[in-house]
């Protein structure tokens, strides 16, 4: 269970979709620093079935507070549960291309 880190913007960086092309049955993928302008883009929607989760704080910066209707399963993190999130899968993969 492989938790993708996405860090880069999908409206300036291939990141998100270089992560979804790796992406297995069993991992989680989580938004941080631009990577949360991914809520409110189309790519997102391929992630089906899996665990996605988004540093709050760091959507609120940008604006982002809340994902598409399509992505409602998006789960809204503070620092504390991205900690526990990196000691439950194993290997841990940034993604920032």
Known sequence: MTLHIVSKSPYTSSALKEC???FAQGDALLLIEDGAYALHHPTLARVQNAPVYCL????AA?????PRAAMDS???IDDARWVQLCTEHQPIVSWFR
């Open 20 to 22: 979804l092309g790796a």
């Open 56 to 59: 709050e704080a760091d959507a």
């Open 62 to 66: 940008r604006g982002q507070q809340q």
């Open 74 to 76: 998006v789960e809204m």
